[in-house]
């Protein structure tokens, strides 16, 4: 067995994910056993079969690179690996798999990746910027999992647009397509699916 312990964080960028891939392809051609330390989420995720996640030397969860990415079961992984948007709430109802959620934001319907949610409890609604996309101006109420706003801010990143869309009080950070209108100010709707929004327990 290898153990590697942040063994490409001296290196720049692009030499960085060239060496993440070699060192993929070299263990799966030898069939190797391997613990890699790392800090760099994007590179756990590249490189692993199964990713432990810890915090404060104590097991927090662990699972397949998917699994952890789409659907943690706590607050800290979701914000460790990738970006989130946090959103508090209680739960109004639970059933069928599904959680309804109420929150400052309006009521969100998601799912409970812990199975061990109920009625009444307090938590964090978890929904990464790539699973909200705009919508187009409803007509009457703002159905479930719509959220409206403000475009505030808006960066070309290449692949997308990263920008963050002011709700109330909470600012969320989504990707849009680079065609969009980027005008600051101009009025937006994101929507979400209910298999995009996790609900997590609240953590202390």
Request: include cysteine; hydrophobic fraction near 40%; charge should be negative.
């Given at each position: 067995?290898?153990?590697?312990?942040?063994?490409?964080?001296?290196l720049?960028?692009?030499?960085?994910?060239?060496?993440?891939?070699?060192?993929?392809?070299?263990?799966?051609q030898?069939?190797?056993?391997?613990?890699?330390?790392?800090?760099?989420?994007?590179?756990?995720?590249?490189?692993?079969?199964?990713?432990?996640?810890?915090?404060?030397?104590?097991?927090?969860?662990?699972?397949?690179?998917?699994?952890?990415?789409?659907?943690?079961r706590?607050?800290?992984?979701?914000?460790?690996?990738?970006?989130?948007?946090?959103?508090?709430?209680?739960?109004?109802?639970?059933?069928?798999?599904?959680?309804k959620?109420?929150?400052?934001?309006?009521?969100?319907?998601?799912?409970?990746?812990?199975?061990?949610?109920?009625?009444?409890?307090?938590?964090?609604?978890?929904?990464?910027?790539?699973?909200?996309?705009?919508?187009?101006?409803?007509?009457?109420?703002?159905?479930?999992?719509?959220?409206?706003?403000?475009?505030?801010?808006?960066?070309?990143?290449?692949?997308?647009?990263?920008a963050?869309?002011?709700?109330?009080?909470?600012?969320?950070?989504?990707?849009?397509?680079?065609?969009?209108?980027?005008?600051?100010?101009?009025?937006?709707?994101?929507?979400?699916?209910?298999?995009?929004?996790?609900?997590?327990?609240?953590?202390?």
């Amino acid at each position: 067995m290898l153990l590697f312990d942040e063994p490409l964080s001296n290196l720049d960028a692009r030499l960085r994910m060239e060496m993440r891939s070699e060192l993929r392809r070299i263990q799966k051609q030898t069939g190797l056993s391997s613990i890699y330390v790392t800090h760099d989420q994007a590179e756990a995720l590249a490189v692993s079969d199964w990713i432990v996640v810890m915090r404060d030397g104590h097991i927090i969860e662990r699972g397949r690179p998917l699994d952890i990415y789409r659907y943690p079961r706590h607050v800290f992984t979701a914000q460790f690996f990738g970006t989130t948007n946090l959103i508090a709430g209680t739960v109004e109802e639970a059933a069928a798999g599904q959680l309804k959620v109420t929150t400052p934001l309006g009521a969100v319907v998601g799912i409970d990746p812990t199975h061990s949610i109920a009625r009444g409890a307090k938590v964090r609604v978890s929904i990464r910027p790539e699973d909200l996309s705009p919508l187009e101006p409803p007509g009457g109420s703002v159905p479930v999992n719509a959220f409206e706003g403000l475009l505030t801010f808006a960066i070309f990143a290449g692949t997308a647009v990263e920008a963050e869309v002011s709700c109330q009080d909470a600012t969320l950070q989504c990707l849009l397509n680079r065609e969009a209108d980027l005008t600051p100010g101009r009025a937006i709707t994101l929507r979400a699916r209910a298999d995009a929004c996790l609900v997590l327990p609240e953590e202390s």
